[in-house]
């Protein structure tokens, strides 16, 4: 998706633009199932990063998350920690287990 692109380059680069990240959450919010992980894990990471809070982006997020989990990547899964703790959200631990529990099935084969 465009819009995790977006987002993720404004933060990266750390260019502070509050109403491109409220339009992005806005819009992102309504399609939010159709990102893939990583468009996941980067729109989060991004918000975090810039300090631009939409607690009702991190939750749609992490609801989309939660049923896609299986199939995140450790590097996705790691984002989304991170910017969930970033924020002070308890769902970081959610994905903490998640990543461990993955750290344990890698290890095994």
């Not at 750390?14 to 109403?19: A, C, L, Q, S, Y």
């Not at 749609?60 to 450790?74: G, H, P, Q, R």
């Not at 002070?88 to 990543?99: H, N, S, T």
Request: proline share 0%; aromatic share 10%; glycine share 2%.
């Amino acid at each position: 998706q465009n819009l995790a692109i977006t987002v993720w380059a404004y933060a990266k680069v750390g260019h502070e633009n509050n109403d491109l990240f409220e339009a992005v959450s806005e819009a992102a919010i309504k399609i939010i199932e159709e990102f893939d992980t990583k468009e996941l894990a980067d729109t989060v990471w991004a918000y975090a990063k810039a300090g631009h809070e939409s607690n009702d982006l991190f939750e749609a997020v992490s609801e989309t998350a939660i049923s896609k989990i299986d199939l995140f990547n450790m590097q996705d899964i790691d984002n989304l920690i991170w910017a969930y703790r970033k924020v002070g959200d308890e769902k970081a631990e959610l994905f903490v287990a998640q990543r461990e529990a993955m750290s344990i099935t890698n290890s095994n084969t």
